[in-house]
């Protein structure tokens, strides 16, 4: 049973940070393609980073290039999204996935690529 467990979301003020949290269940950490992904209200899901925790690649959308961090924490099974100079924009329900695949060429930023994922946290920037 894959399980990914988002925690960390929240209100913040424009130009604070904000770090999210996705402890992977068991064998879903190990060298896999995970990441996460926003929706606001009215818009699509679009990606955010992604990461192959078995060597540490990453993806960034442009929105968030600069900003934002994806990281892995391989003893806790773990991968963090540090979010620096947030804007109102980046208001929006942060999901994170993770890909049955797992391979070292399975990174994108494609959310229909990722087959689980976990139940969201919320994280509103005013």
């Known amino acids: 049973h894959v399980q990914l467990v988002e925690s960390g979301g929240g209100s913040v003020q424009a130009g604070g940070s904000q770090r999210l949290s996705c402890a992977a269940s068991?064998?879903?950490?190990?060298?896999?393609?995970m990441g996460w992904f926003r929706q606001a209200p009215g818009k699509e899901r679009e990606a955010v980073a992604v990461?192959?925790?078995?060597?540490?690649?990453?993806y960034y959308a442009d929105s968030v290039k600069g900003r934002f961090t994806i990281s892995p924490d391989n003893a806790k099974n773990t991968v963090y999204l540090q979010m620096n100079s947030l804007k109102p924009d980046d208001t929006a329900m942060y999901y994170c996935?993770?890909?049955?695949?797992?391979?070292?060429?399975?990174?994108?930023?494609?959310?229909?690529?990722?087959?689980?994922w976990g139940q969201g946290t919320q994280v509103t920037v005013s």
């Open positions: 068991g064998n879903t950490y190990t060298s896999s393609c």
């Open positions: 996935a993770a890909r049955r695949v797992r391979h070292y060429a399975c990174l994108t930023l494609a959310s229909y690529e990722y087959n689980y």
């Open positions: 990461i192959y925790t078995g060597g540490g690649s990453t």
